[in-house]
């Protein structure tokens, strides 16, 4: 399972775009990236999932470089309430939903 | 959709006695999922379910803790006996056959049972 990293924390201003970068120098060719939320007292919630170039939903984008090496999840004008953990994950979906949490990056968004 | 839902959402138990943690996964969710999070080892896990049969529980931390699914609507997680280091969320997922096995939209989470073993 291809090992991610990513900044333990970062502090932005209400209004703000963010982006949370995630290494995965070992991804796999099967690999996907997967990016989770999540709020205290509640279990993690799905953001938004690619393979390669970019993905955009309502909620985020995700930007992926050619070598797929490392992925950006990009946040438009946050605000206070998206003040969260949010996770990066790769792997192979047939490995079964194995999904492996890294330590995640604590967003603080300040007004 | 009442989303995955698990019960108890607090327990606060003494040393030595046995913990039962439930799950409900979302109807039709043939895919359930135990993980636990703490502070020091983050969210591991802990077991996983396919068509109510368990698939790897190599997560799971010693023989005092199993788990079973009896129907495609019901799992629990039992711990006995409890010990402080236990203590920690326990959180229970599941997800739409057919998606893909590796997180997506419908790969979901309850909200967790935090546990306090005294």
């Known amino acids: 399972l291809a090992k991610t990293t990513q900044p333990i924390s970062m502090d932005s201003y209400e209004g703000q775009e963010v982006n949370i970068t995630c290494s995965h120098n070992?991804?796999?060719?099967?690999?996907?990236i997967t990016w989770y939320q999540q709020f205290p007292s509640q279990g993690p919630r799905f953001i938004i999932q690619?393979?390669?170039t970019k993905v955009t939903n309502e909620v985020a984008s995700l930007f992926i470089p050619a070598d797929r090496k490392s992925s950006t999840l990009s946040l438009p004008r946050v605000s206070l309430s998206d003040t969260a953990v949010y996770y990066c994950?790769?792997?192979?979906?047939?490995?079964?939903?194995?999904?492996?949490f890294g330590q995640g990056t604590e967003l603080s968004v300040k007004p | 959709d009442a989303g995955v839902i698990q019960s108890p959402r607090h327990e606060v138990t003494e040393m030595g006695q046995e913990v039962t943690l439930r799950c409900k996964p979302i109807?039709?969710?043939?895919?359930l999922f135990w993980y636990r999070q703490t502070m020091m080892r983050g969210l591991e896990l802990l077991i996983y379910?396919?068509?109510?049969?368990?698939?790897?529980d190599s997560g799971m931390p010693e023989d005092r803790f199993s788990a079973k699914m009896p129907n495609a609507s019901f799992s629990t997680l039992k711990i006995q006996p409890s010990e402080p280091r236990d203590s920690a969320v326990y959180f229970c997922?599941?997800?739409?056959?057919?998606?893909?096995?590796?997180?997506?939209?419908?790969?979901?989470f309850g909200s967790g049972t935090r546990l306090t073993v005294v």
């Open positions: 070992n991804i796999a060719t099967n690999d996907y």
């Open positions: 994950l790769v792997g192979d979906k047939n490995q079964g939903g194995k999904l492996i």
């Open positions: 109807s039709g969710h043939n895919s």
């Open positions: 690619g393979y390669k």
């Open positions: 997922a599941s997800s739409i056959p057919g998606t893909g096995l590796f997180g997506g939209p419908g790969y979901t």
């Open positions: 379910f396919n068509n109510n049969v368990p698939i790897d």
